[in-house]
Structures are given as C-alpha cells and as structure tokens.
Nanobody
Framework: QVQLVESGGGLVQAGGSLRLSCRAS????????MGWYRQLPGKERELVATVPASSTPTYADYLKGRFTIFRDTAKDAVYLQMNSLVPEDTAVYYC??????????????WGQGIQVTVSP
C-alpha cells in the first residue's frame, strides 16, 4: 500500500534549523506533485511549499525565503529545509503527494504529520 513516511521534526530554539524528509513507497508509477503543508494550532491546514511535475517550486508568501523545498524524483522523496525558525512556525507538518500506482489511478496521499515546535 502507498505510504508517505515523514521524519526530521522535533523541538528547536528560535533561529535554528530543521530538515523534514518524506519518502513515498508502495508500487508507485508516477508522482506529479509533492509538497508540504502545515496546520498551526487552532488553524486550518495551509500550503507551505509544493513541487509540481515539470515546474519550479511554489512557496507560501509568509515564508519570506526561509524555507527551501527539494525533491528527489529517483527516491520518490521530498525535503523541506527550514531555516531561521520562529515560534510562529510551530505546527504539525504534513507531506502530500499526488501519485498513481501500477494498480490505481492518481490520488492524493497524506503523511501522518510530524510535529515541529519552535521555542522562543
């Protein structure tokens, strides 16, 4: 079965950095979109960054250039480098992929989410 496994979250002090990793597995044929979303406490889930197929990355404006998304198509993986973290970045971060397998059509899959906490 398709699975998105996330890692790299945790607790960090303001000004520090974290790198989130997400790797998809489960008989994947093609991934047209991979990205990261986050859900702040008491807020709706929102886009952080995404990498569509044959396109440059798209970032949320509020990131102010602090985050960078990387995609490794050979590994079906996507990474989010987060620098200059601030307490407002505290959230649950979710990996998202729009993909097809050899037995199913294109569907959206989500990771279980990983906690990022930035202390002041």
């Amino acid at each position: 079965q398709v699975q998105l496994v996330e890692s790299g979250g945790g607790l960090v002090q303001a000004g520090g950095s974290l790198r989130l990793s997400c790797r998809a597995s489960g008989g994947i044929r093609s991934i047209t979109h991979m990205g990261w979303y986050r859900q702040l406490p008491g807020k709706e889930r929102e886009l952080v960054a995404t990498v569509p197929a044959s396109s440059t990355p798209t970032y949320a404006d509020y990131l102010k250039g602090r985050f960078t998304i990387f995609r490794d198509t050979a590994k079906d993986a996507v990474y989010l480098q987060m620098n200059s973290l601030v307490p407002e970045d505290t959230a649950v971060y979710y990996c998202r992929a729009f993909l097809s397998t050899w037995t199913t059509g294109y569907q959206t899959y989500w990771g279980q989410g990983i906690q990022v906490t930035v202390s002041p």
